[in-house]
């Protein structure tokens, strides 16, 4: 079993910046890769970006990443989220996956955290 924490969600302007951090624990834990995906209302959850171990990415959404820079640091990975817009508002989760490996589909993620809500005001 995994356990996964998120903090760093919160109101912002738009242009503004915000960090998430997310960290996971567990007997099922070793080098698992790990993803941060959201999900805004009416929408259906969507990868921002996954990182490995080694600090590899998926490169999955080149828009995002002109804005958003995943990084980590062992069991903990974070999201540096910077000249947010309103339509970056949404529950931003962590997720763990069950090998070191890093996948674009949420069903590849078992593990998740609660969410922590960004809302980005015009």
């Known amino acids: 079993q995994v356990t996964v924490v998120e903090s760093g969600g919160g109101l912002v302007q738009a242009g503004g910046s915000l960090r998430l951090s997310c960290s996971a624990s567990g007997r099922s834990f070793r080098r698992n890769g790990m993803a941060w995906f959201r999900q805004a209302p009416g929408k259906e959850r969507e990868l921002v970006e996954a990182i490995n171990w080694y600090g590899d990415t998926t490169e999955h959404d080149a828009s995002l990443k002109e804005r958003f820079t995943i990084s980590r640091n062992g069991a903990e990975i974070y999201l540096e989220m910077n000249r947010l817009k309103p339509e970056d508002t949404a529950v931003y989760y962590c997720?763990?996956?069950?090998?070191?490996?890093?996948?674009?589909?949420?069903?590849?993620?078992?593990?998740w955290g609660q969410g922590t809500q960004v809302t980005v005001n015009a």
């Open positions: 997720a763990v996956a069950t090998s070191i490996s890093i996948y674009t589909s949420a069903t590849n993620y078992p593990y």
